[in-house]
């Protein structure tokens, strides 16, 4: 491969503390820090960083679909729902073999799509 692994993702937002809000105290990933005097906030999604932040030009605006990994997809979009979140409701994307993707959706605070996804044990 000629190119790393992914290292950072650019999600533009509007208003930096209501994401900041949204993806720490909602979400629950961890927050790394905010740039003082700059609309920019770091985030550690496993070993990819989310960096939110207001775009310096148009050309830099970003629109995201960001798919996160759960452990029990059921008990998370219920958690997200008793947090007042829009969340549809877990169903099966795809059978392999053994296995079923289960995917939920919702949306951050500027309408960016998130997608909770859990891999489960195909049940018989």
């Known amino acids: 491969m000629a190119l790393g692994a992914l290292g950072q993702i650019h999600i533009s937002v509007t208003d930096l503390e209501r994401s900041v809000a949204f993806y720490r ?3 629950g990933i961890s927050h790394l820090f905010t740039v003082p005097g700059q609309p920019m906030a770091f985030f550690a999604s496993g070993d990819v960083r989310l960096y939110l932040g207001r775009p310096e030009s148009p050309d830099f605006t ?7 990994t759960v452990s029990d997809i059921d008990a998370e979009a219920a ?10 409701e877990p169903h099966v994307v ?8 289960w995917m939920a959706a919702l949306r951050d605070p500027d309408d960016h799509h998130i997608i ?9």
């Open 62 to 68: 970003s629109r995201c679909v960001l798919y996160f």
């Open 116 to 124: 909770l996804m859990q891999e489960r044990l195909r049940q018989k």
């Open 94 to 101: 795809h059978r392999d073999g053994g296995t079923e993707l």
């Open 25 to 27: 105290d909602t979400l």
């Open 79 to 88: 958690r997200l729902r008793a947090a007042d979140l829009s969340v549809e």
